[in-house]
């Protein structure tokens, strides 16, 4: 891919690919309570995968925005957070499940409803990983773009809603890579009405990487997993 490609995902809706390495993905949400669950593995290795608990803990946080990367299992960067006006995304609350759907907004079927049931993102991101030959073993905590959870002392996890109507966050693909979506509610979301909010996918070839790059440079440890990244890449090059 080196056009320009883009997709909208509307409510409820899932999409995945394999993208190469040196893109810019930029989700877009088109209004208020937009929640993407998303997945990342190696795209020619896909047992290597984004790890939350070793990306929060190499970057000292609890939340993601621009200049957090987003690590793998190996120590590697699976994708960087290069813009960012959305200013907080989740990596702590999971996804939605059928029976916390059904609890929250009322049973519905696509036998019933057809394309207007309510879907969740447990079944969503499973659709999309047989897709590429992956099971339901192969799921694990995503990052929850566009959502914002304060994770409190006592470890209790408080939902805050935050504007997204417009607002955007962009990704460098540092490897080859799947990325696996679903546009459904954030699982601690207190509303009762299920979220409308469209999100678009735009998919460009990422600006080359400078000296001073806030990803890199955000802290030791993101610099190491760059390092882990560009040296797995440099074995693999040919000779021209």
């Given at each position: ?36 669950s ?15 608990p070793?990306s929060?803990?190499?970057q ?59 879907r ?50 962009t ?37 080359p ?22 040296n ?5 090059k040919?000779?021209?």
């Amino acid at each position: 891919m080196t056009a320009s490609f883009s997709i909208t995902m509307g409510p409820g809706g899932k999409w995945s690919a394999y993208i190469g390495k040196g893109k810019s993905v930029t989700l877009t949400a088109a209004g208020d309570s937009a929640n993407v669950s998303a997945l990342l593995y190696h795209a020619a290795y896909p047992s290597e995968r984004y790890n939350m608990p070793d990306s929060l803990k190499a970057q000292h946080t609890a939340f993601y925005t621009a200049g957090h990367v987003l690590m793998s299992d190996q120590g590697r960067v699976l994708a960087s957070i290069i813009e960012d006006t959305a200013g907080w995304h989740d990596p702590l609350g999971g996804y939605t499940t059928r029976k916390g759907t059904d609890g929250k907004y009322g049973p519905t079927s696509y036998q019933q409803e057809r394309n207007a049931w309510l879907r969740s993102g447990e079944e969503n991101l499973t659709v999309e990983l047989y897709r590429h030959n992956l099971t339901p073993r192969d799921l694990s905590a995503p990052v929850n773009f566009f959502s914002k959870v304060v994770c409190e002392l006592d470890g209790t996890m408080r939902y805050v809603p935050q504007p997204t109507d417009g607002r955007s966050v962009t990704l460098r693909t540092e490897m080859d890579v799947l990325l696996v979506v679903s546009n459904t509610p954030h699982p601690l979301n207190p509303s009762a009405v299920y979220p409308r909010a469209a999100v678009e996918i735009r998919i460009t070839d990422a600006a080359p990487m400078t000296e001073d790059d806030m990803c890199v440079n955000h802290c030791g440890e993101n610099r190491r997993a760059f390092e882990n990244t560009w040296n797995a890449y440099a074995l693999m090059k040919g000779a021209n």
